[in-house]
């Protein structure tokens, strides 16, 4: 299962700091048993729209359009979470971060976490 936290009301212009972590697994540090982390958010009235993506096996990373220039996600081998820092807030930034994890390498996302709200304010 995956937990996201970081979340709450931030003020645009600010950064955001996301992480999403995998909860009561136990794993090898040389070993990932998740090959693929995505960031999605989600607003009312918008389908799911996709933030980036961590790619454990080489550490690559792919970024909306959108989000381009103010978005870095990352990956911390401590603890296998991942990170999402997003900088200069706008309003349209608000939503639900959601994160989901493909467990298998079948580049299909098959774990989800519940979401985090994130809230931009002026």
């Known amino acids: 299962q995956l937990v996201e936290s970081g979340g709450g009301l931030v003020q645009a212009g600010g950064s955001l700091r996301l992480s999403c972590a995998a909860s009561g697994r136990a794993e090898s540090q040389h070993t990932p048993t998740i090959y693929r982390v995505g960031w999605f958010r989600q607003t009312p009235g918008k389908e799911r729209e996709f933030v980036g993506r961590f790619w454990w096996i080489d550490g690559s990373t792919r970024y909306a359009d959108s989000l381009k220039g103010r978005l870095t996600i990352s990956g911390d081998d401590r603890d296998k979470s991942v990170l999402l820092q997003l900088d200069n807030l706008k309003l349209d930034d608000t939503g639900v971060y959601i994160c989901?994890?493909?467990?298998?390498?079948?580049?299909?996302?098959?774990?989800w976490g519940q979401g985090t709200q994130v809230t931009v304010s002026s």
């Open positions: 989901g994890a493909d467990t298998t390498g079948d580049f299909v996302y098959d774990s």
